[in-house]
């Protein structure tokens, strides 16, 4: 069982950045594949970037330039560093793994996750 920890969500002001931190309970958290998803109010729950466990790495096309998802090992835990923030940008942001999956594969969907955090909220204002 894989616990997560979001932190680092808040109010802020379009143009800003914001660094989101996933903490997880497993040291071998670095090999999973993670993912951070956001979901707004009245949408659907939606992909913003993934990391595959080899490595491999995709963002939605709307954050793209302006998202990046890192990890650090050491620390059993994922970032999501949001720059040029944009009021439609604010949603409640989950961090998401799974161990089950292949070197290679990226889970775009949220089904394809096991384990997920409380969330943390993000807003924009314009």
């Known amino acids: 069982q894989v616990q997560l920890v979001e932190s680092g969500g808040g109010l802020v002001q379009a143009g800003d950045s914001l660094r989101l931190s996933c903490a997880a309970s497993?040291?071998?958290?670095?090999?999973?594949?993670m993912a951070w998803f956001r979901q707004a109010p009245g949408k659907e729950r939606e992909l913003v970037a993934v990391r595959s466990r080899g490595g491999v790495i995709s963002y939605v096309d709307s954050v793209k330039g302006r998202f990046t998802i890192s990890r650090d090992s050491a620390k059993n835990t994922v970032y999501l560093q949001m720059n040029n923030l944009k009021p439609e940008d604010t949603a409640v942001y989950y961090c998401?793994?799974?161990?089950?999956?292949?070197?290679?594969?990226?889970?775009?969907?949220?089904?394809?996750?096991?384990?997920w955090g409380q969330g943390t909220r993000v807003t924009v204002s314009s």
């Open positions: 497993e040291r071998t958290f670095s090999n999973y594949a």
């Open positions: 998401a793994t799974d161990t089950k999956h292949s070197t290679w594969y990226l889970p775009l969907n949220h089904f394809e996750y096991a384990y």
